[in-house]
């Protein structure tokens, strides 16, 4: 697992690219697999929620995330978590530049 | 004075009910969408009856034809205002709801990702507006490789 950001602000809008590290597998009966996909995905900026997203198998592996949110600036951090359907979870902290 | 009473503590009780719900509550109430094996069953858990109709203000952007159907580049957003919810699917992915985004305050509605497709489909994005309405755009992207396999 392991969480990649690119964070960078112009004006007062932050771009962020998020780079997860993450099979988001499917079940398959063939090779006894199951599921393992993340479910919940968050972004915070100053105690408000700045992204959210509720994933499925039907992103890719690794998932890539580009958004863009206001009231960003050079220093402030965010805050990206996520939890997947077997109840892993992951969250750091990055700056955005 | 009593009765006063009963019905304050009957109304934190309620919120105390209500509000898991209206703050976390989106898989709990939506999880079954992402199960159903056709597109309109699982817009139809997500969104009821809702009306839903084409919008020119509502942009997909993705390949006329992928190579990998393991991670189709897709770009969702929209110029419309007082958007609250977006979602995407894949009409013939063997689950088609790939993902649901909701809107906050500061959230610019725009984003990027990479999809699964198993086979050549229409991709539909709905764009959920606060007066309740769907608002769509619907591009067929050509795939060469399936990616459901695995």
Same mark, same amino acid.
């Given at each position: ?8 602000v112009k004006d007062d809008v932050a771009e ?29 900026h100053g105690?408000k929620?700045v ?16 958004f863009m949110f206001k009231g960003a600036k ?24 | ?12 009780? &309620?919120?105390?009910?209500? *509000?898991?719900?209206?703050?976390? @509550?989106? %898989?709990?109430?939506? #999880? $079954? &969408?992402?199960?159903?094996? *056709?597109?309109?069953?699982?817009? @139809?858990? %997500?969104?009821?009856? #809702? $009306? ?52 906050n305050e500061n959230t610019i509605p725009d ?40």
């Amino acid at each position: 697992m392991g969480i990649k950001v690119i964070a960078k602000v112009k004006d007062d809008v932050a771009e962020v690219k998020l780079l997860i590290k993450h099979p988001m597998q499917m079940a398959n009966a063939k090779t006894n697999k199951t599921a393992k996909y993340i479910q919940e995905l968050l972004v915070k900026h100053g105690g408000k929620t700045v992204y959210t997203m509720y994933p499925s198998v039907g992103i890719s592996e690794n998932p890539f995330i580009k958004f863009m949110f206001k009231g960003a600036k050079v220093g402030d951090k965010i805050n990206v978590s996520w939890k997947d359907n077997t109840g892993e979870t992951e969250q750091g902290e990055f700056d955005l530049k | 004075m009593q009765r006063r009473n009963f019905i304050k503590i009957g109304g934190f009780i &309620a919120l105390g009910v209500l *509000s898991p719900s209206l703050y976390a @509550g989106f %898989l709990e109430d939506h #999880a $079954k &969408a992402f199960t159903f094996k *056709s597109a309109p069953e699982a817009m @139809g858990d %997500l969104y009821g009856q #809702a $009306k839903s109709a084409a919008d020119s203000k509502v942009e997909l952007k993705v390949p006329d034809i992928a190579e990998n159907g393991g991670a189709v580049p897709v770009t969702i957003s929209t110029t419309l205002s007082d958007v609250v919810e977006m979602s995407l699917f894949v009409e013939k992915n063997p689950y088609p709801l790939i993902a649901v985004w909701q809107i906050n305050e500061n959230t610019i509605p725009d984003f990027s990702t990479r999809i699964r497709m198993g086979e050549t489909s229409n991709v539909v994005l709905v764009v959920k507006t606060k007066d309740g309405t769907l608002h769509t755009a619907t591009k067929e992207v050509k795939v060469t490789v399936g990616g459901c396999g695995g």
